[in-house]
Every structure is written in structure tokens, then in C-alpha cells.
């Protein structure tokens, strides 16, 4: 199996848990989402570059851990290879196979950042992966639905280290709030991380939010994009 590459890049985990992070991101193309804040090119591109060298694609997952290794090393200077997206589990097969060759081969950590929206797999990436970053994504009632079956999910997960995003919006903020802290309680959740959406909160939010997730003896941090403060990848 052969798909599109949207980049490959070194640089630095700007959001949530492993927030400062070196990474390896390694972004596949394509996302059947359409959250109306999505800031990432996901569209198919004829090729990607990498230190000035032009891959074509489409490339397997054998082809790409053997570009990734040898452009980048076998993890000497970087915490994790980042499979990201679009949404990368719409390509489970690749992301498996491409996952479990460089665990093989290379002492960096394997990291997967997914939109939390196809969960049907994290079962069987929870043994590959050692952290995966979850969001958890609020803009829509329909997506909202989504919620139980993800914490149910996060639930059985045994190895990873995972951790839950929280998009949040400003607008209707409190309801959001509302819902999470009593889903995740249900659940027996204890963390949660809040990434304000355009890096806006308010004040009464934060009180709102914090008071809220406390009292469920749910520890919740506020992390912004840290990336786009330092106008980095
Ligand atoms: S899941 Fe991610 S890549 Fe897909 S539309 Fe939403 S923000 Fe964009």
C-alpha cells in the first residue's frame, strides 16, 4: 500500500503533554474532518522535500521509515517520530506498518496525534505506540457524540501513554465544560488538557473551568500552541 506524504519535518511539540519535545513529524495527507479551525494543509501533494531532497509520492511505509532513517537518524537527537495528519488512522495499515519498522530500528519513541474521531483502531496501536495525543473535538453537537465511546476506548487502552486535548472555543464554552468534566468523571478520567482554540480565553472562563474539572478530581492544564508563539512548524 502506497499513500501521499505531506511532510516530513524536524522541529518542536507544540502542544499538550510532551509540549518542547523534538520531533521527527512525518504528516500524512488527507482528513474526511472539516473542523472549522483546521490550520493544516491536508491536501495530496506531487511530492515532499526533505534537507533539499524531493521524494515522489506515493511512497509504502517500508519506502518512507527508510527515507525517514536516513535523513533524520535513528533518534540520537529527537524524543519521537510524530505520525500526524489530517487525520493519519484513515491510513491505519500504513501507519501500522510504518510504526512498527521504526520501532525496530530506532530508539526515538513512536507518537501518533489523532483527531479522537476514529477509534476503532487504538486498541491495536496501543502495544506500537509509546504516546498518543488525543483530541477531543467540540465544535460540532455531532462530534460532541463522540465522546463517550472515545473515553470508553482511552479507557481499555494498557501501554501507551496517552493524553486527551480538549479543543475548547470561547463561545459556548461553559456548556462544553459542563458536559466533559461529567463524561470524563463517568469515566474515571483524572487529566485533561485545555488547548484554547486561536489561543483565546478569558479570565472567567479559566476560573470557570478549573472550578469545574477540580471539583470532579479532574487535573486540568491550560496549554496554548506554543508553535505558532514561536512562529515554528
Ligand atoms: S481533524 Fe485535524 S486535520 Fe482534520 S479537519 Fe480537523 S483539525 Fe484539520
Do not use: W
Not at 165 to 176: C, S, T, V, Y
Amino acid at each position: 500500500m502506497k499513500i501521499n506524504i505531506s511532510e516530513v519535518f524536524y522541529s518542536t511539540q507544540g502542544e499538550g503533554k510532551y509540549i518542547g519535545a523534538a520531533q521527527v513529524f512525518i504528516r500524512l495527507s488527507k482528513c474526511p474532518f472539516d473542523c472549522p479551525y483546521c490550520d493544516t494543509d491536508t491536501q495530496d501533494k506531487e511530492y515532499f522535500e526533505i534537507n533539499n531532497h524531493k521524494y515522489i509520492n506515493p511512497v509504502s511505509a517500508e519506502e518512507l521509515a527508510e527515507i525517514v532513517l536516513k535523513e533524520f537518524g535513528a533518534g540520537d537527537n529527537f524524543h519521537s517520530y510524530s505520525i500526524t495528519g489530517g487525520e493519519p488512522l484513515i491510513h491505519y495499515e500504513f501507519v501500522k506498518e510504518l510504526a512498527g519498522i521504526l520501532k525496530n530500528k530506532s530508539k526515538a519513541k513512536l507518537f501518533l496525534e489523532t483527531s479522537g474521531l476514529i477509534t476503532k483502531y487504538f486498541k491495536e496501536l496501543d502495544d506500537i505506540f509509546d504516546i498518543m495525543s488525543i483530541d477531543i473535538k467540540t465544535h460540532s453537537e455531532k462530534v460532541l457524540k463522540n465522546l463517550p465511546v472515545l473515553l470508553e476506548t482511552v479507557n481499555s487502552l494498557k501501554h501507551t501513554d496517552y493524553y486527551l486535548k480538549l479543543l475548547l472555543p470561547e463561545d459556548n464554552a461553559k456548556e462544553i465544560i459542563d458536559y466533559t468534566a461529567l463524561e470524563l468523571h463517568k469515566y474515571n478520567i483524572k487529566n485533561i488538557i485545555i488547548q484554547p482554540v486561536d489561543s483565546i480565553i478569558t479570565k472567567d472562563t479559566i476560573d470557570y473551568l478549573y472550578n469545574m474539572y477540580y471539583s470532579k478530581n479532574i487535573e486540568a492544564r491550560i496549554i496554548p500552541q506554543t508553535h505558532k508563539i514561536l512562529a515554528i512548524p
